[in-house]
């Protein structure tokens, strides 16, 4: 391994266990800012649903941990990690993570101040960190008896929130696309508490939300409406199919987010792939999108 990237494991490593510290579970993550370690189930014929019960290393967010020897184990399994990632929904903190992105050439940060003036909120001081692409991570605290879900643009284009299952890129974190840092003045803040509007709009309605211990992936709700989710599939179909380029990639991660986060997943996961491959991405990119997307809502 380069001594640069030895360098970016060395750093990783002593940020994370920094961000531990502060009651903060971690895991190692590559330079894709995917967990490091693959799954030990990757191989597997028929892989059944894992959370680290194997005892084995490599199941994601799931090895998240703050104990400094586990820490230290899991980047002595992945020495090409470069960063790490901060789960969230854990306590102490129960973090939330509220993204403003900036790819998907929506103003988030506006979105948000919009929300917060229609709502009757603001956002506390609190830990902002700044990521490559210029978007924004902004740390919220959760309350120990609420469950907030992975979304990606529910809330409004451009917001993704990181929830229950999910994590963030830790400040300090090296990724393909350069470094994750800190707002000046927020590094040392704890994370404050979720304005209690927000987390009204961040919390799951007993119809949006389907946790995935209570039934096999992709299946649709007890009661729920075929019907309805029939026509909800196919309308995410046709707006993968009608893409054009420079926004194939976004409009099928949207579709796929919608479709885990109504149970659909599974059931529409071939039908969002032949539909992107139709308008040009190819089927290992659309796999990746689609896969990207279940692990954002906490499906994967």
């Known amino acids: 391994m380069a001594t640069t990237d030895r360098h970016a494991t060395t750093l990783a490593l002593a940020h994370a266990l920094s961000a531990a510290e502060r009651g903060l579970a971690v895991i190692p993550l590559s330079r894709s800012k995917l967990p490091a370690l693959r799954s030990p189930h990757h191989d597997d014929p028929r892989p059944t649903p894992c959370h680290g019960e194997c005892g084995r290393l490599g199941h994601g967010v799931y090895d998240a941990s703050t104990d400094p020897r586990r820490i230290r184990a899991l980047f002595a399994a992945a020495p090409w990690a470069t960063g790490y990632g901060i789960a969230c929904g854990l306590p102490p903190h129960h973090l939330i993570g509220v993204d403003l992105d900036t790819k998907s050439g929506a103003d988030a940060s506006a979105a948000l101040r919009a929300l917060a003036l229609r709502h009757l909120f603001t956002i506390p001081d609190t830990v902002v960190v700044t990521t490559p692409s210029g978007g ?165």
Not at 139 to 144: K, Q, R, S, T
Not at 231 to 249: D, K, P, S, T, Y
């Open 136 to 300: 924004r991570h902004i740390w919220l605290a959760g309350p120990a008896d609420a469950v907030v879900p992975n979304s990606a643009g529910r809330l409004a284009p451009g917001i993704d929130i990181r929830g229950a299952g999910g994590y963030l890129v830790g400040p300090g974190s090296r990724t393909e696309h350069g470094v994750y840092g800190t707002v000046a003045g927020t590094s040392g803040l704890p994370p404050a508490p979720c304005p209690p509007a927000l987390l009204r709009l961040l919390a799951p309605t007993p119809r949006e939300h389907h946790p995935t211990a209570a039934r096999p992936h992709g299946n649709p709700p007890p009661g729920g409406d075929r019907g309805a989710d029939a026509q909800r599939g196919e309308g995410l179909v046709q707006f993968v199919l009608a893409a054009h380029e420079g926004q194939r990639n976004t409009r099928l991660f949207w579709a796929a987010c919608r479709a885990y986060e109504n149970g659909l997943g599974e059931l529409l996961g071939p039908r969002l792939t032949d539909a992107a491959v139709r308008v040009g991405l190819t089927e290992r990119e659309a796999r990746s999108t689609i896969a990207s997307a279940a692990r954002l809502t906490g499906y994967a």
